[in-house]
């Protein structure tokens, strides 16, 4: 693709974004950027929930990852629909009966301080490394398609990425996210269609019955694995789907931020109602446009790219028409920006409520003027992770997201949980040592368990274990 068209293509994005920014953070008060003044249609945040779900990681990798382990993610997401009924009817009834702005305040009420900063320690580690790992990802398209051509480093593409994004978030905060999200989940799902309709124009696949027969076609489309050793055993993976969804969306400040905006409890539910039916069918279009992508490569002599995450992006920019080029920066910009502001914007609410103690501590005018610069903070965190995660990983991202997510997560499961089903007290100065100790623990059981489990191995199911472990550990040391 050539470089200036792509210019022009996200420049238009951005000034589209500010004018977003400008609209909704006319009139602020002081808690807008927290808790956008509890106003935000239900529907809205649904609908934008799904860009910030999915991410450029899902955008990139899962097409790709087809290649590698089939239909087998889809597993993943039907599990996914068991985790947002427990949040529906478990976890946001607690939070809007409590009236929170940190959904970590819970663990204060219910165990005690050391408890509480122990979750939002968790929260703010886990979001800052997977967030930064999703914004890696996109940074790495926009530098192959833009930023090389006119010899900019990596670093300065990464810095010009989380700048823009600091730039419409500072001042509106959650506010402007639940708008700016609505707009980038509409791109990015029109970009999945789009591409979808012309790679099967391409292959002669025009009709929905012919769509749907090559897929079942391929051997690739295969959905469930029995296979009980295997890392994509459905029962791990539909598992595996259910707590992640519950850690990663209902025990997460970031996505439930979104949630407390809306304007009731009935609101919030049916607002994840919805959002669960609509992000099922949206994967399922990720997964066939990524066999597409296969066979379009297949049928046209294409020599893969070695690494997965870069089918999409080297067919999109290199091997499409222009349009569909376009397209795919329109998708990949919007993916990646969705996911990155609500995260920056969660990631400065819990560190100004759940360290700083932000409204206890501070007088009005100061409140601001601390929370801008725990903003710009995260903003400066987040470039530095990624530049980190660049020269470290070699594997598909995806698989990195949730494996950090099976390790941060651990704990938050166990706290909740014991918290939620259980009546007992625990020793509160503990719970930080726990908390490192069961995530070790859980690696150390991970890396030995072929030796020790007759040949099982983990899979994204190392959640569970760490959950488990943590839990128990909070049972030894209960308060008799």
Partial sequence: MDSNLVLIVITSYFVLLFLISWFTSRNVSKDTFFTGDRQSPWFLVAFGMIGASLSGVTFISVPGEVGNTNFYYFQVVLGYTLGYFVIAKVLLPLYYKLNLVSIYAYLESRFGFWSYKTGAFFFILSRTLGSSIRVFLVAGVLQLILFDNWGIPFWVSVLITVSLIWVYTHKGGIKTVVWTDTLQTFFMLSAVGISIYLVGKDLGILKISEFIGTIAADSRSE?????????????????SGAFITIVMTGLDQDMMQKNLTCRNLGDAQKNMFWFTIILVFVNLMFLSLGLLLYLYAETNGIALPVRSDDLYPFLA???????????????????????????LTALTTSFCYDFLEIEKRYEVDRQITVRKQVHISFTLLMFVVILVFRWLNDQSVINAVFIIAGYTYGPLLGLYSFGLFTKWQVKDKLVPYLAVAAPVLAFIISQNSEKLLWGYKFGFEILILNGLLMFTGLYLLRKR
């Fill in 223 to 239: 959905i469930f694995n029995w296979d009980w050793k295997s890392g994509t055993n459905f029962f791990k993976q539909f598992a």
């Fill in 317 to 343: 920019t290199q091997q499409f028409t222009a349009f569909a080029g376009i397209v795919f920066v329109l998708g990949i910009t919007a993916a990646a920006y969705s996911s990155a502001d609500s995260t």
